[in-house]
């Protein structure tokens, strides 16, 4: 069965800082990457994801993630956080043939300083 | 928001009851999942229903059960509640089509507590 590791459960950054979440995921087949994110009091939503091609994706927000398969990664970037990105952010794999049912890391918790 | 909707939004419940909870899926979307997300941790998936039919299983015993209706609805069902059933449950609905794999969007979930 796949598994997928956050190896960050907690960040706390300033504002106009760098960010990279990292994520692994333990699957040999083809999978599908996700990164969604949970805004306090919010439903979780998607950033992002990769099923093909550019293994760079780009998502909402100026988030951008990067699909490295010989390191099982999909890695969470953005060059600049802000306030507002103040939230919890899940990477997420799907594996082809395996149906549409998502294996979550546990999540990484961001913080914001102004 | 997501057009996902799911009802109650809050449901406290005592040790050995039942419990009902609902979703309505997007416009479009015929395929429901269900996943539990306990305090701190990620989603973990309980099943999905497609056409009518459970369509994918997770580690979850058969006192976790669902329905889903015509209009693609789905109800999720726990008997013989334990302490440990206390999470945030969520639903997520997605379209199915020759096997191709499209994003799935998360209603608000239901917050049961289990006294």
């Known amino acids: 069965a796949q598994s997928v590791s956050q190896h960050n459960h907690h960040v706390i950054l300033s504002e106009a800082a760098s960010l990279e979440l990292g994520c692994n995921y333990s699957?040999?087949?083809?999978?599908?990457l996700f990164w969604y994110v949970q805004y306090p009091g919010q439903h979780l939503q998607l950033l992002l994801k990769?099923?093909?091609?550019?293994?760079l994706v780009k998502g909402i927000k100026g988030f951008e993630a990067e699909f490295i398969k010989s390191k099982f990664s999909f890695n969470l970037r953005k060059p600049s956080v802000q306030w507002s990105d103040t939230a919890e952010y899940f990477c997420a794999v799907t594996v082809t043939g395996g149906g549409n049912k998502l294996t979550f890391g546990t999540g990484t918790q961001l913080k914001v300083e102004l | 928001e997501t057009g996902v909707t799911q009802s109650p939004t809050h449901l406290i419940k005592t040790r050995g009851q039942q419990v009902t909870l609902r979703c309505s899926s997007q416009s479009g979307h015929n395929t429901v999942s269900w996943y539990q997300q306990a305090l701190g941790q990620g989603p973990q998936f309980i099943f999905q229903?497609?056409?009518?039919?459970?369509?994918g299983r997770g580690n979850f015993p058969p006192r976790f059960s669902g329905l889903q209706f015509p209009n693609y609805s789905s109800e999720l069902n726990v008997n013989a509640l334990e302490l440990d059933d206390s999470a945030l449950y969520l639903c997520?609905?997605?379209?199915?089509?020759?096997?191709?794999?499209?994003?799935?969007?998360f209603g608000p979930g239901t917050r049961l507590t289990v006294l």
């Open positions: 997520a609905s997605s379209r199915t089509s020759g096997g191709a794999i499209y994003e799935q969007f």
């Open positions: 990769y099923f093909s091609g550019d293994p």
């Open positions: 699957y040999g087949g083809t999978v599908n």
């Open positions: 229903y497609y056409r009518e039919e459970e369509n």
